[in-house]
T-cell receptor, first 113, second 119 residues
């Protein structure tokens, strides 16, 4: 079964600090990878996705993620966070034809002004 | 707003009662998914439809859970004889899929969810 691991469930940092959130998955075959973000009181929104090609993908709001196949990882990064980046971030993996997403537990990120 | 719509936003009910939630997907989307999210966890897949066909339901949590999408548009999720452990956020998502049995690159679009509280 697919499993997705996200560490450091709670992250607190100051504005302008750099952010990196780790995501590791267990499936060994071809995968599609996603990061979703949930701002307070809002629904899950797609931040970025990887299907194939360049392993460094860029998403909205200055976020990027790097797919490292040998490490089964898809880490999310932002060089300089803003207060508005306060949200919960979820990594998700799709590894079968049903497009059934397996989510990690999420990272609660709080950015202090 | 033409996103995924879920109704109601909140449902409070007594243990043992039946509840039904509705999801209206993005209009052109042919796939519809149901997930459940409990506190401190990511969404957990329950079932999905392609048009009106329910293609996967083995992850439904028990036989008290059922879902329908009779006309291939909106969907309902019903929980019979609710239990305390059913308290959670129930999320609906939709996507436009061009085939079956292939690894899709289409992202899922999520609704705001229905928060269920069992007294």
């Amino acid at each position: 079964a697919q499993s997705v691991s996200q560490h450091n469930h709670h992250v607190i940092l100051s504005e302008a600090a750099s952010l990196e959130l780790g995501c590791n998955y267990s499936y060994g075959g071809t995968v599609n990878l996603f990061w979703y973000v949930q701002y307070p009181g809002q629904h899950l929104q797609l931040l970025l996705k990887y299907f194939s090609g360049d392993p460094l993908v860029k998403g909205i709001k200055g976020f990027e993620a790097e797919f490292i196949k040998s490490k089964f990882s898809f880490n999310l990064r932002k060089p300089s966070v803003q207060w508005s980046d306060t949200a919960e971030y979820f990594c998700a993996v799709n590894a079968d034809g049903n497009n059934r997403l397996a989510f990690g537990k999420g990272n609660q990120v709080v950015v202090i002004p | 707003d033409t996103g995924v719509s879920q109704d109601p936003r909140h449902k409070i009910t007594k243990r043992g009662q039946n509840v039904t939630f509705r999801c209206d997907p993005i209009s052109e989307h042919n796939r519809l998914y149901w997930y459940r999210q409990t506190l401190g966890q990511g969404p957990e897949f329950l079932t999905y439809f392609q048009n009106e066909a329910q293609l996967e339901k083995s992850r439904l949590l028990s036989d008290r859970f059922s879902a329908e999408r009779p006309k291939g548009s909106f969907s309902t999720l019903e929980i019979q004889r609710t239990e305390q452990g059913d308290s959670a956020m129930y999320l609906c998502a939709s996507s436009l899929e061009l085939g079956t049995g292939i690894l899709s690159n289409q992202p899922q679009h999520f609704g705001d969810g229905t928060r269920l509280s069992i007294l």
